[in-house]
């Protein structure tokens, strides 16, 4: 798996990892594990070459997407189990991840992660268009 037991240590203590997979197996976090891998790549899928970021180990894995991957997985895992207890901090950081996200799929923001390559092997460079001015449909 791209997350580690260790990198949990990071944003939690363990005492309150064990009790949010109390009474469930690691079947439980595994599961919240692979939703927030998978809802990471759904938002950087476009631009963003997924199977490599996801592919990295140890201290090879940007640990900004690591941390934002925890968020969304702790979120999964407080939702499931004590959504009524869950901390504010971890709506924020989830919210946070997720505009995050929103924000680098789209092109507003970049992020420092291998970008897709085509057949050659050449990053494909994608080119937004923009204005500051509403569409119109003036016939001139």
Not at 51 to 58: D, K, M, V
Not at 91 to 116: C, E, F, H, M, T
Request: contains cysteine; hydrophobic residues 35%.
């Amino acid at each position: 798996m791209f997350l580690t037991t260790e990198d949990y240590t990071a944003l939690i203590r363990n005492e309150i990892k064990d009790i949010l997979l109390e009474n469930y197996s690691e079947a439980k976090l595994n599961i919240a594990q692979q939703m927030a891998i998978d809802q990471v790549k759904n938002y950087l899928s476009g631009r963003y070459d997924v199977a490599e970021i996801f592919s990295q180990e140890g201290t090879e894995r940007n640990a900004h997407i690591v941390m934002l991957t925890l968020d969304c997985t702790l979120y999964h895992l407080y939702t499931s189990t004590v959504p009524k207890r869950m901390p504010e901090i971890r709506s924020v950081r989830y919210q946070d991840a997720i505009d995050w996200l929103k924000a680098v799929g789209s092109g507003d923001i970049s992020a420092n992660l291998p970008l897709i390559k085509n057949q050659d092997g050449q990053h494909l460079i994608g080119v937004k268009i923009q204005s500051k001015y509403k569409a119109s449909s003036n016939k001139w």
